[in-house]
């Protein structure tokens, strides 16, 4: 568990996960994203969910695993419409890398859509190298593809 000024990172449980779901506006706003929030993730590697939570509730989190060629993938990282600005995405981020790291990542990745140009501009400021891929989620779904080594030093 990592603690800063009332924040404390966890990993997910189901209960979080289901809370998330129902404060899902406050997260992504009107981007309907909730198809792409899978509680198999929770369930299968809650070790590398993780949630930030404070006395008023989760104010961000970040879903990912590690995949069988030590890539700590970040599949979601969220933070609440009141908490964003703060750092707490980079928190989340370094405390991912961390979890990811004991399981044997020695990279990260993640992807996004090219439209999605606040996510792009975390990701490179986290020192992420961006490749844009055709087709790379099925014919005509362009995505931005990002990845950097490990360790994930932020402040």
Known sequence: MIAIMGIRITPAGVADFHQVLTDHPRYWGERDLRSLHLLALVQEFG????????????????????????????????TRDDA??????????????????RH???????????????SIAFHRRLGFDTEIVEDYNGPGRTMAVFHRDLPLNVS
């Open 47 to 78: 070790s590398t969910c993780l949630i930030a939570r404070a006395d008023d509730g989760i104010r961000g989190y970040v879903f990912g695993f590690v995949t069988p060629d030590h890539a700590g993938y970040v599949h979601l990282i969220a």
């Open 104 to 118: 044997g990542a020695r990279h990260l990745k993640a992807i996004t859509s090219v439209e999605n140009t606040g």
């Open 84 to 101: 964003r600005g703060t750092g707490l995405g980079r928190r989340l981020y370094a405390a991912f890398a961390e979890a990811a790291e």
